[in-house]
């Protein structure tokens, strides 16, 4: 019998409350938990990127090792997790802003527990950091 086969669409990706919550918390701060990180790496499928020394919560402008090693490959995909993540949270804030405080109020005003990050995928941009200014360290 024959079978359809398809390619698969690319989704967008969705992230939980918590995640957004979470990530929206560590970004803030200048030195993050590295429990927190860790767990919000392993929440969002990262957790070998997290051995590498790479974090979606990098602001750094580029890898810090050249092409070809593992290391960079994970800075490109915690890189585009990061712009994903940006454009939800901007998306979570325009829809409910006490959603994503660090206390969780709020969160019984969102039925949907997940988020989308379409609106401002495209537009969100990371910020642009001097050279002399100090990077989050590894």
């Known amino acids: 019998?024959?079978?359809?086969?398809?390619?698969?669409?690319?989704?967008?990706p969705s992230f939980t409350l918590e995640i957004l919550a979470l990530f929206a918390e560590l970004d803030?701060?200048?030195?993050?938990?590295?429990?927190?990180?860790r767990r919000l790496m392993r929440l969002l499928g990262l957790g070998s990127a997290f051995w590498t020394s790479n974090s979606v919560l990098d602001r750094s402008p580029g890898p810090c090792h050249p092409e070809g090693y593992l290391a960079n490959e994970d800075w490109h995909r915690c890189r585009a997790a990061r712009r994903a993540l940006l454009a939800a949270v901007a998306a979570q804030k325009k829809?409910?802003?006490?959603?994503?405080?660090?206390?969780?109020?709020?969160l019984e005003m969102i039925r949907d527990n997940t988020v989308r990050?379409?609106?401002?995928?495209?537009?969100?941009?990371e910020p642009v950091i001097p050279n002399d200014a100090p990077t989050r360290p590894h």
């Open 1 to 12: 019998m024959p079978v359809k086969v398809r390619t698969p669409k690319d989704r967008r």
């Open 28 to 37: 803030r701060q200048c030195r993050p938990n590295p429990e927190k990180e």
């Open 95 to 106: 829809k409910a802003p006490a959603a994503l405080t660090s206390e969780g109020e709020g």
């Open 117 to 125: 990050s379409e609106e401002a995928a495209d537009h969100v941009r």
